[in-house]
Structure formats: C-alpha cells, structure tokens
C-alpha cells in the first residue's frame, strides 16, 4: 500500500517594489524639464544631468526589475520613457559634437521643428494608448498617463506652430503631470513603509 502526501510550496517575493524609483525619476526630472519649458529658466546642463541619470537609468533599472517581477505594462512603461529621456538629451546634444558630421565638415543638424514635433506627437500616441491600460490599474497612474498625454501633444502643437504660448501652457501641465507622478511614487513609499494607505492613490 502506497501513501501519497499532496504538498504545497508557495513562494513569497521579498524583493522591494521598483515603481516608486521610476515614477520618481520620470516625476522629478518631467518638473524640471517643464519649468524650463514655461519660462523660468533656460536649457541647460543640469536638465541634460537629470534626464541621463534619474530620468533615464533609475526608469531603466526599474524597467529591469519589474521585468523580473513579470509585470509587463510597468517594463514597457518604464523601459520606453527611460529611453525617451535619453533620446532626448541624444538630441539636444548629438548636434554639438564636433567630431560628428554628416560627408563633410558640417555637424549632425539639430531636429527641427517639424521633426521634433513629429517625434512628441509618436510619443503623445503612445502614452494614450499606454492610458488605456492603466483603465486597469490605480487612479493616480491613469491620472499621469492622460495627463502625459496630453503634455506631449500640447508641446507637438507648440513646435509644428510655433506658438511659445502653447510650450508655456505645456510647461505649467507638463508641472502637473511630474508632480501627479511625484506623488504617486511617494505616496506607495510612504504607504508600504507604514503597512498601510496613509495616501490614497
């Protein structure tokens, strides 16, 4: 007589919650950027530091760890704006590296801005489609996404127009949007710090 003993192993991730990072380095260096953007100061390196380092690698670090948490909208959210932030100091800054040039003498010429307004209109299509998915998921991201979206078409118009008005009213939304991602990404740190929601997201 054989005796069979049915047993469960279940397994517990221990590891720490990655989103607070990325949304914090998208939040922050999105404020930054937009301040700019609505007229306070001009671009400068410190916009170029933020967007490489927290902008950029703290989204892709995030990107890799929520891959391995197989959380598929946080990697391709993470992962895409993380690059976004470097393609865009790519861009700003591609142009002013002598020792790059297109056949001759003449350096990589800047985006101008029909192309540049192209560029954020793709990115304006993408994050409404990323918003979608957030239907889904906490309000507070789905306020980010919309709001992002936004942003993205508001500075596309402004480029394709012309119009500094349209890139100032999208610095102040653009203020909104980091801030609403600011918020959201503190707010799980303060909430799993403390065992529970001390701030609704």
Known sequence: MSIENDKTLSLRDMTANPAPLGLLGFGITTVLLNIHNAGFFPINSMILAMGFAYGGLAQIFA???????GNTFATV?????????WSLVILLVLPQVGFLNTGGNSPIQAADP???AAY?????????????ATLKLIRGLQVVFISLAILFFLLAAGNI??????ITIAGYEGIFTGAAAMYVGLAQVINETHGRDV???
């Not at 990107?63 to 948490?69: A, G, L, N, P, V």
């Not at 127009?161 to 349209?166: D, F, H, P």
């Open 120 to 132: 954020l209109f793709m990115w304006g299509v993408f994050t409404l489609v990323m918003f979608i």
């Open 114 to 116: 029909t192309s540049f």
């Open 199 to 201: 701030l609704p997201i």
């Open 63 to 69: 990107c890799f760890m929520e891959y391995k948490k």
């Open 161 to 166: 127009t012309g119009s500094q008005t349209l």
């Open 77 to 85: 959210a993470f992962g895409s704006y993380g690059l976004f932030w």
